[in-house]
């Protein structure tokens, strides 16, 4: 649903049913609303089984870069003698996304579920649950359901009396955007500094603690109960034309739109209906400008190209850019483009782990570039030195924080041009930069 | 008087304390995974995270102090200094942004008396930060004061909140 908005006709609510539903926190509140099914028929089947059963209903990475899931559990290894773990990534930082909070806070047994079943599948015995610091009441309503799922049997040494361990084990993270990033995760836990590793080795082969490791979105491992309880060709029948994007996706809308919140899709609704029904559209008397549509990592979308595009995997890389986290801006005629973009680079500047040079000092000069254009100080090079800045940002580092950086600024000045041009020519009158 | 001071520290990692983190052994396979609970202990005993507790959490951890305080700097919410009776969080990326969030930081830094970013009031009752985004876009503007979490906070509704912890 679109929590904090009662449910939409436009959305399909599977994962959000019971947003708002505090009753549902607890475990017997989430027993009595079928939770903890799932589980129990999972640890009656083999890891093969559990593998199969989610290739099949088509369910993809939910974090960002959409990987499917079955596949990415089907590269751990098998009868190698080691431990595995499963890490459940609930660092949820990226401007604009705020839907794994919604799973966490009010549904978090469906979480525990889902680490549970995603440990079995890759032959863990231990999740860890990685959530960001600044999830206070999150973190406290997430242990303390897991303190129940203990108390319940539903976790320890012998899960329903199935005679298999599952651990789940709340982290709590200290405040690193970069900490989401699936390696920076992992050091982050082993009680390092959050930079990420060089791939490979990937980490179903040494991973958390050098163990092959699998680690998956919130919103990933919350879907996969519903899977095991109504079946695979259910939710690869969750899509509207599309099979290489099946199922429902949380779609969290912020921004200038009359009713920000959570909205829960099937893939391939259009996006023009998510943003002017579900959202109820614009503010009196204003007009789309811009939508960045998967958290601030992806390309700036027009309203031109808003008006065709299908939200999904393949109908929103078709309109230029990406579903990402789902974490979707909108942004009216009242945005200073310019500025927003600039405060986004500032973002990514202050979130460098600054192991990589072209990052560390491309996020810092970008950043530094555009507030002088901003204050009224920029020189007419300025445009072509980001655009070069940016080049030298893209794909030449560790990791895709330096890429993301320099995403929105391309895309912002290949279509927001004339908003740069103001600033420089004087046009525009410059703004005082920050707070 | 600096902070610096031959001030004895008073061990964090008894009683109670000691328990909560000695629960925690058995859930991790080396000691080292335990530094950012362990940090998070601290904090919340003593507000921030002083040279002495490092030296505990160091020996407690079979870490050096350095080695510590390396990854205590990575991080932005531990405090390696006393802040304000109250520490303030505000967001204030994009999405928030263009929905008036500087405007509620501006309201927030006068208000509290803090005038500065980062700085504490001179009654020592609050400390402001401007943070990034706090994954509650939706609901602007959010911030934390100490561990509550506040969203939709208008520079309107600044100065009632801020009277709810004196
Ligand atoms: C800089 C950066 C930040 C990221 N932040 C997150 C995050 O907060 N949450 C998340 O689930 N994935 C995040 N990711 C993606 C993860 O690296 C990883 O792909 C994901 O957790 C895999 O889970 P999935 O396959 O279920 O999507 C981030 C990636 C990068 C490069
Ligand atoms: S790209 Fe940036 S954030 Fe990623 S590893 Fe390199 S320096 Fe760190
Ligand atoms: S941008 Fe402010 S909470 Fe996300």
Known sequence: MGYPHPIHPKETPVLSTHFGDAGARTFDGWTSRGGYVALKKALTMTPEQIVDEVKASGLRGRGGAGFPTGLK?????????????????????????????????????????????????????????YIRGEYTEPCTILQRAVDEAYAAGALGANAFGSGKRLEVIVHRGAGAYICGEETALMNSLEGRRGNPRIKPPFPAVAGLFGLPTTINNVETLAAVPHILNRGAAWYAGLMLGNPKSTGTKLISVCGHVQRPGTYEITLGLPMKELIFDACGGMLPGRTLKAVIPGGSSVPIMTPEEVETCVTDYEGIAAAGSLLGSGGMIVMDDTTDMVYQIMRLARFYAHESCAQCTNCREGTGWTTRILERIVR?????????????????????TICVLSDSCATPVVSGIQKFRSEFEAYLSGARAPVLVGV | MSSHSAEVHAPVFVGATLAKLEALYPKYPTRMALLLPALWMVQEERGWVSDGAIHEVAEKLELTPAYIRGVITFYTMYHTHPVGRHFIQVCTTSPCNICGAEAVARALLEHTGCGELGATSPDGRFTVMEVECLGACGFTTPMLIDDDFIEGVTVESVPALLARYP
Not at chain 1, 75 to 99: I, Q, R
């Open chain 1, 376 to 396: 009224g100080e920029g020189k007419p090079s300025d445009l072509d030195l980001l655009m070069d800045l940016a080049e030298n940002m893209t794909g030449k």
């Open chain 1, 73 to 129: 559990w089907s590269f751990m290894p098998k009868e190698d003698g080691k431990v595995h773990y499963l890490c459940c990534n609930a660092d949820e930082s990226e401007p604009g996304t705020f839907k794994d909070r919604e799973i966490i806070r009010w549904t978090p047994h469906a979480l525990i579920e889902g680490c549970a079943i995603g440990a079995l599948a890759i032959r863990a015995e231990v999740a860890y649950i």
